[in-house]
């Protein structure tokens, strides 16, 4: 059984920073894309950031410039770095990860517990 464990989340002021980390834990061959996605109360989940085995990243526009998502695939984990952060970026941040369990796959798709991020005024 596979599981994602997420940390780091917690109470920020506005321009503060936190870091998230996200490892992957249990028996399985070999990790894919990762990526983290926020929902804030009352809205829909949306993609915050994505990043390939290979290391190519992409960003929502409204966190371009402050956030910076990177992997370490040697520990089957991967961060977001949050600075300057907003009171609008107050949500739960839940990482994803494509994980194949063997060799010849398939692939399917894991998601953390969840940790909350809130931002001050």
């Known amino acids: 059984q596979v599981h994602l464990v997420e940390s780091g989340g917690g109470l920020v002021q506005a321009g503060g920073s936190l870091r998230l980390s996200c490892a992957a834990a249990g028996t399985f061959f070999s990790i894919n894309t990762m990526g983290w996605y926020r929902q804030a109360p009352g809205k829909q989940r949306e993609l915050v950031a994505t990043?390939?085995?290979?290391?190519?990243?992409n960003y929502a526009d409204f966190v371009k410039g402050r956030f910076t998502i990177s992997r370490d695939n040697a520990k089957n984990t991967v961060y977001l770095q949050m600075n300057s952060l907003k009171p609008e970026d107050t949500a739960v941040y839940y990482c994803?990860?494509?994980?194949?369990?063997?060799?010849?796959?398939?692939?399917?798709?894991?998601w953390g517990q969840g940790t909350q991020v809130t931002v001050s005024s």
């Open positions: 990043i390939t085995k290979g290391g190519s990243t």
């Open positions: 994803n990860a494509g994980i194949i369990g063997t060799y010849t796959g398939p692939w399917r798709d894991y």
